[in-house]
């Protein structure tokens, strides 16, 4: 079974920068995507970034040009750099991954990002 183990989240003032990471854990073959979604208090899950094998990116209109989605060389773990964050950047963060050759959906357990003004 695999599991996504998150990391990176915290408190940043408005204009500061996070960097979030997501690594599979447990028997896989690696990924096929891997993207990161954002809940905010009181509001639906939206897509934030998605980092496709082989390098496509492709990032919401709120986060394009702050944000960054990269992964290492042997695309094993994924990245999210965030820049210049705003506090409606606020919210719960969730790494979903959808697993090379069978298409498994993979969530991970999420981490808090607090942006204060």
């Known amino acids: 079974q695999v599991n996504l183990v998150e990391s990176g989240g915290g408190l940043a003032q408005a204009g500061g920068s996070l960097r979030l990471s997501c690594t599979p854990s447990g028997r896989n073959f690696g990924f096929d995507t891997m993207a990161w979604y954002r809940q905010a208090p009181g509001k639906e899950r939206d897509w934030v970034a998605v980092?496709?094998?082989?390098?496509?990116?492709n990032y919401a209109d709120s986060v394009k040009g702050r944000f960054t989605i990269s992964s290492d060389r042997l695309e094993t773990t994924v990245h999210l750099q965030m820049e210049n964050l705003k506090p409606e950047d606020t919210a719960v963060y969730y790494c979903?991954?959808?697993?090379?050759?069978?298409?498994?959906?993979?969530w991970g357990q999420g981490t808090q990002v607090t942006v204060s003004s």
């Open positions: 979903k991954m959808t697993t090379l050759y069978y298409g498994d959906v993979v």
């Open positions: 980092y496709n094998r082989g390098g496509r990116t």
